[in-house]
């Protein structure tokens, strides 16, 4: 009796799954931040150019496409193969695809924050590097994405468990650069604020509040990048880094639309 009532229980897989369960669903609840965000911005959205327009326009598309295939792939790990380890030997083509538009997703926020240094003048003779150094990082990123994507296509059986060492090597490279930028991004944009202050106390005001939301821009998605870089390398054996990763698309979109 013992022995069939255990059996009626099943195995606990919490450890194992309850990463991918927990960071879909506050991916979820970021993924409605951005729509009503999104739904704003276009409200208000008359006086910007064509290009600001359709940038935001494919964000909100690549993000809600993000949404679409890690919820198949949650599907796809969950409930056909419920009780069961063996699907996590392969990563499914819908998450590796998920993996892609992140990359474009990430590098389309930071560059759209190089543009915003790039209309900046107060930069003085130094605009051009730090310009460079920013780009050179985001696009360093941007390449160890895509190659990331390249070895989960290549190495399906080497993501998820069994890790590879071409797909650590470049998850690496991408999560790295990625942080990168974003620390020398937002100490550039912090730089030229300081120097934009007045003397006149609602314009010092002002400025103090955008400073503010710049740094907690780049210290949340820094934290989230380190966290996930941290996960990913001190427990290879558990799936913690795919709840950060899952999110941290989401607030490049949420950061995109806030600025």
Known sequence: MSSSTESLQGIDLSKTFAPIYWGFVVSLLLGGITIVQSYIYFLAARRDQPREWVTALCMLLLDLTSSGLVAQSVYYYLIPNFGSLLPLDSVTSELSTECLISTIITFISQMYFVYQLYIVQRLGTRRWGV??????????????????????????????????????????????????????????????????????????TLVNRVITFVIHRGVLVTLIQALLLVTFYAAPDNLYWFAFHVNVTKLYANTFFAM
């Open 131 to 204: 310009l460079g150094s920013i780009s050179g990082c985001a696009l360093m990123a941007c390449a160890g994405g895509i190659a990331c994507v390249t070895s989960m296509y290549i190495f399906r059986h080497g993501v998820l468990s069994n890790r590879s060492k071409m797909f650590a090597i470049f998850f690496g490279v991408a999560k790295g650069f990625g942080t990168l930028t974003d620390i020398l991004a937002t100490i550039a944009m912090c730089l030229y604020l300081t120097s934009s202050r007045t003397g006149i106390a609602e314009m010092n």
